[in-house]
């Protein structure tokens, strides 16, 4: 049960970190193609592969001077731009409450603009293409401008974010990205039996510990 007790104890250590709200890039991974990154939760193909969203479009193919195809996407992605429109909204609150996403951010340009909203629109955190890579030059063949990026929430931006924004210079396109996968918080229930599962393997080392002390005086 000690196990356990350590188990909980770093589980409210976790929140009262969690408390300070903050949306930041947990890691950014230079492409592969094909795309090697977190199993997708979307990815842009056909009936579920599409999230709700409104704005941009889901396309696929490139077309020159209107959007690209992301290094080592395959099928559909969404693209946004003056060709496609913008902004392009992402609902993602169906999910609750989300720790963090990634997605394939295609040939990076430091126009792209990319905003985390909560559910009335307001910007909880906002960053640009030059911040994922720099010089961000738009290249649809190098890796390190077609990464997959981590975001991480904590605090109440967990609770309070509810959509993606994506828009680029009104001029120049355009913002791409594919393969998006979603992290939500587990469900009460789910808390739960990793509870019991914790305790369950506490429970077993103590067994396993106590047999081995009676082996050894018999």
Same mark, same amino acid.
């Given at each position: 049960?000690?196990?356990?007790?350590?188990?909980?104890?770093?589980?409210?250590?976790?929140?009262?970190?969690?408390?300070?709200?903050?949306?930041?890039?947990?890691?950014?991974?230079?492409?592969?193609?094909?795309?090697?990154?977190?199993?997708?939760?979307?990815?842009?193909?056909?009936?579920?592969?599409?999230?709700?969203?409104?704005?941009?479009?889901?396309?696929?193919?490139?077309?020159?001077?209107?959007?690209?195809?992301?290094?080592?996407?395959?099928?559909?992605?969404?693209?946004?731009?003056?060709?496609?429109?913008?902004?392009?909204?992402?609902?993602?609150?169906?999910?609750?409450?989300?720790?963090?996403?990634?997605?394939?951010?295609?040939?990076?340009?430091?126009?792209?603009?990319?905003?985390?909203?909560?559910?009335?629109?307001?910007?909880?955190?906002?960053?640009?293409?030059?911040?994922?890579?720099?010089?961000?030059?738009? #290249?649809?063949?190098?890796?390190?401008?077609?990464?997959?990026?981590?975001?991480?929430?904590?605090?109440?931006?967990?609770?309070?974010?509810?959509?993606?924004?994506?828009?680029?210079?009104?001029?120049?396109?355009?913002?791409?990205?594919?393969?998006?996968?979603?992290?939500?918080?587990?469900?009460?229930?789910?808390?739960?039996?990793?509870?019991?599962?914790?305790?369950?393997?506490?429970?077993?080392?103590?067994?396993?510990? #106590?047999?081995?002390?009676?082996?050894?005086?018999?």
């Amino acid at each position: 049960m000690r196990s356990l007790k350590y188990f909980a104890a770093g589980a409210v250590l976790m929140c009262s970190v969690a408390a300070n709200a903050s949306i930041t890039i947990g890691s950014i991974t230079p492409g592969t193609n094909p795309y090697s990154g977190p199993v997708p939760t979307y990815d842009f193909d056909s009936g579920a592969g599409t999230p709700s969203y409104t704005g941009g479009a889901v396309v696929s193919g490139s077309i020159d001077s209107v959007h690209a195809q992301p290094y080592g996407s395959l099928g559909g992605y969404y693209s946004v731009g003056p060709a496609d429109g913008q902004p392009g909204t992402i609902d993602l609150s169906s999910f609750g409450d989300i720790t963090s996403l990634s997605f394939l951010w295609g040939s990076v340009d430091s126009y792209n603009v990319l905003n985390f909203l909560d559910a009335s629109g307001n910007v909880l955190a906002s960053f640009t293409g030059s911040d994922i890579f720099n010089p961000a030059t738009g #290249s649809q063949t190098d890796p390190n401008t077609n990464p997959v990026v981590t975001f991480l929430l904590s605090g109440a931006d967990i609770t309070d974010f509810a959509k993606l924004q994506l828009t680029t210079n009104p001029s120049q396109n355009a913002f791409e990205i594919d393969n998006l996968a979603i992290n939500p918080v587990p469900e009460p229930a789910t808390w739960g039996l990793m509870l019991l599962g914790f305790a369950g393997v506490g429970f077993a080392m103590r067994r396993s510990k #106590s047999k081995v002390r009676l082996a050894q005086i018999a």
